[in-house]
């Protein structure tokens, strides 16, 4: 491992030991200096058993920078009440300096909160694996359930857009229908009022044909009276002198 130190991942509120660059071939182990009585550090079953626990909680993180490859493990190290609070700070500052909206989906605020939620997963695993595997289940149901309500709000947003698109067409289908139906309406008028115009014609006819019909009925009403008049006085002078 260099000395030089390398860009660590992305930043985030959890706890991370140094990383450490991983190299493709087998390195010489230096021999232990003659007479030197150190021993190498050996972990307790106890601490390799909550590291395995850690790393499958979150599992170690590796990038690539300048052909080499680096990984860098969760921390297996306690934390205190002052890491606590400088967690709860360290959260708040990162709220506001990525400026995530304190109501409504926000994609920034729930990264912050799930990795503060994963640091306390940390926190409790280191002194209580089973505690820590608990919550492990919490969290991972809570994202499950996350997921899925992601999945039904798309899917309500793709059916209120079908449902948008489908009233859009039937509004235009409407419209259509009613354009024709108002030519209709418009042709039908003017059928009427032509009708309504012959109509008027026809009596006005009518009117003069029975008027004219009344004054011929009239003149030879009057001329059989004439006629009668004249047939009756004939007949009178004719009977006349007889008596």
Known sequence: MGER??????????????????????????????GASTQPCVPT?????TEEILNAILPPKEWEE???????KISSTPATRLDVINLQEML????????ARETGICPVRRQLYTQCFD???????????????????????ARITM??????????????MRKALQSEQGKSDLMDQVAKLEAERSTLEKQCMELKQKTE???RRAAELRAAEEKRHQEELLALKKTNAQLKAQLEGIIAPKK
Do not use: H, M
């Open 5 to 34: 130190a390398p860009v660590s991942a992305e930043e985030t509120l959890v706890r991370y030991d140094n990383p450490v660059l991983v190299t493709k071939r087998q390195e010489k182990v230096p021999s232990p200096r003659a």
């Open 45 to 49: 079953e106890a601490k390799k058993e």
């Open 66 to 72: 300048d052909g080499q490859i680096w990984t860098q």
């Open 92 to 99: 708040d500052t990162r709220l506001q300096q990525r400026q």
């Open 119 to 141: 640091e306390l997963i940390r926190q409790v695993t280191i002194n209580c694996g089973e505690r820590g595997l608990l919550l492990l289940r919490v969290r991972d149901e």
């Open 147 to 160: 997921e899925a309500y992601q999945t039904l709000y798309c899917s309500s947003i793709a059916f209120g």
């Open 201 to 203: 014609q026809l009596e």
